[in-house]
């Protein structure tokens, strides 16, 4: 392994091994992105995909936001998206300007032929996706140990939607066809999917990343009975195999984060599904979910991003009623939104809420 820095601010891994702490830590997910003018400038001509293909863009583009929000915030995440799993495995994905993902040809049936194509197909992880692992230790190298690095990948509930349904969905009735009418097929195509996650976030590791994140941002579209079929054994697979899978590579293990939206009915279950971290969503209450973890795991989230748009006092509102829900925040939680920035955030709105975390949860405020 590269020899880096070592870490000046370990404030998110002691909260995550459930120490006692001076002050939440704070980070956003999509902190680094549309929102932020510097982002275009950096991005230039290059479509989106193409950044994540260069690890000095990629890099450039995660240490924006610790360069803007410098001594606000508490972690980078490595920009890249979850879709460079389904281009692994040797799906076309395109982002479109407006639109957002676009697979021309997703799977359409078990007897398409891609589906078994996919299947049968011996991805090599560490091959096809050796851009990330390369930005990811130049990320490292860049950060020189000013806060800890996130890598990612995407669920493989998440990953099969877009999949089948060729983009982003309303109704996601493909998804819902596939595993109403062709469970086992799906089931053996999630399990396929689950295997490279766990591939794919150990050479993350190997190349730097200290902490990882599995996004399941399509959790919402399921039954609470669909989602203990669907969604959680594969969630469950990748928090037992990554660790095993790391310790076959000579490798320490680092905090597992799952971010399942929309799954408030399962957050009991999440809860002893072996991350240390369980990502929460603004539609889940602060303090409830609190009662319902009982100090089994970090909580992490969750301001509604929409709040951003309303101005700092909505804001100092929603943090107030945050960092109460928590508890203070000194122990057991990751401040963080409910979801990613959205494009039409202003800088220096997002810039207030990480002050008034600060401010509220601070050292000087009573827990």
């Not at 392994?1 to 980070?27: S, Y």
């Not at 076959?248 to 929309?262: D, N, T």
């Amino acid at each position: 392994m590269t020899d880096f820095h070592p870490l000046k601010n370990d404030l998110l891994l002691r909260t995550v091994r459930g120490e006692r702490v001076e002050r939440p830590p704070i980070w956003v997910m999509r902190q680094a992105g549309r929102y932020l003018p510097e982002y275009h400038q950096a991005k230039g001509d290059n479509d989106f995909f193409a950044c994540c293909r260069n690890p000095e863009i990629a890099s450039t583009l995660t240490l924006q936001p610790v360069d803007r929000y410098e001594g606000l915030i508490d972690a980078a995440i490595i920009f890249s998206d979850i879709l460079v799993i389904p281009q692994a495995m040797g799906m076309t994905v395109e982002m479109l300007d407006g639109k957002g993902p676009h697979f021309p040809e997703p799977l359409k049936s078990p007897t398409d032929g891609q589906y078994e194509q996919l299947l049968s197909r011996d991805v090599d992880v560490e091959k096809e996706l050796d851009y990330v692992y390369r930005a990811i230790t130049m990320t490292r190298q860049k950060l020189k140990g000013r806060v800890p690095l996130f890598g990612f990948c995407g669920a493989p509930w998440t990953l099969l939607c877009y999949m089948v349904e060729g983009g982003g969905s309303k109704m996601f009735v493909q998804s819902k066809t596939w595993i109403y009418k062709y469970p086992e097929e799906s089931k053996k195509l999630l399990q396929k999917i689950a295997m490279l996650c766990v591939q794919y976030l150990a050479f993350q590791i190997r190349a730097g990343a200290q902490i990882v994140q599995v996004f399941d941002s399509w959790a919402a579209e399921l039954s609470p009975r669909a989602f203990k079929e669907f969604s959680l054994p594969y969630l469950r697979y990748i928090s037992k195999y990554l660790p095993e899978q790391l310790k076959i590579m000579r490798l320490e293990p680092v905090p597992m984060v799952v971010f399942a939206k929309g799954s408030w009915y399962a957050l009991d279950e999440l809860c002893d599904s072996g991350y240390q971290v369980i990502g929460l969503d603004w539609l889940q209450d602060p303090g409830e979910a609190v009662r319902i973890a009982k100090g089994r795991v970090a909580l992490q989230g969750n301001m509604d991003p929409g709040v951003l748009y309303g101005g700092r006092a909505a804001i100092t509102g929603a943090v107030e009623e945050m960092v109460q829900g928590f508890g203070g925040g000194k122990q057991g939680w990751v401040a963080n939104l409910g979801h990613g920035v959205q494009p039409g955030v202003k800088p220096d709105d997002l810039k207030i809420f990480f002050e008034e975390i600060h401010r509220l949860a601070g050292s000087e405020a009573h827990s």
